[in-house]
């Protein structure tokens, strides 16, 4: 992987943006990885753990997300985790061109990992690896899709992002999180 985080550090199709100099992919244990839309300014760009604060806390996010685990037997440092994005993007209106930018990076990434399932949070990450536009994300929320990715083949579910400011965060990603559980973690 370090030769895909110098790639990573040398980019600048957006930019010279804030990214993740280090530690751009969270490796876990499970046969899926959850992808965000990118990272926040106050997260793991200075924790360098991914949902954690540099205090070491939880963050709002990544609590939600961890009950969610919680309840399939899982938590957060048992995950595979990246983001679509690299560079912490302020301006969310240049998430959808600055997603199509990462993209061959990311699927560097995934290719050198063991995971076959994707879970994508939001509408960014799963709009550019369906390569769709999507009008209304809630009907692709918890749907699978088979895509390849380079040279491999998976299957990708879209989840609500787990913030608490989200009121479907937590309880409709739960039946998502149990069909993970009963058909990936057997």
Known sequence: MEDIQRKINACCLCGNLPKLTTNSIQIGKTPFI???ESPAKDGWI???KAFYNTAGKLQASG??????????GLKIEDIYFTEMCKCVIE???????FSKNCLPI???QLNKLSCNVILTMGLHPTQTLLNVKIDKFANFVG?????VLGNKTYTLIPIYHPSPLN????????????????EYLK
């Not at 609590?63 to 399939?72: A, D, E, G, Q, S």
């Not at 990603?173 to 149990?178: D, K, L, S």
């Open 34 to 36: 959850i992808i965000g």
């Open 143 to 147: 749907q699978k899709f088979s895509i």
């Open 167 to 182: 009121p479907k965060g937590y309880t409709h990603n739960i039946p998502i999180f149990e069909n993970i559980k009963n």
């Open 46 to 48: 200075n924790s360098h």
């Open 63 to 72: 609590r939600v997300l961890n009950k969610l685990l919680n309840n399939i």
């Open 91 to 97: 301006n969310r209106n240049k998430l959808a061109l």
């Open 106 to 108: 990311l699927i560097e």
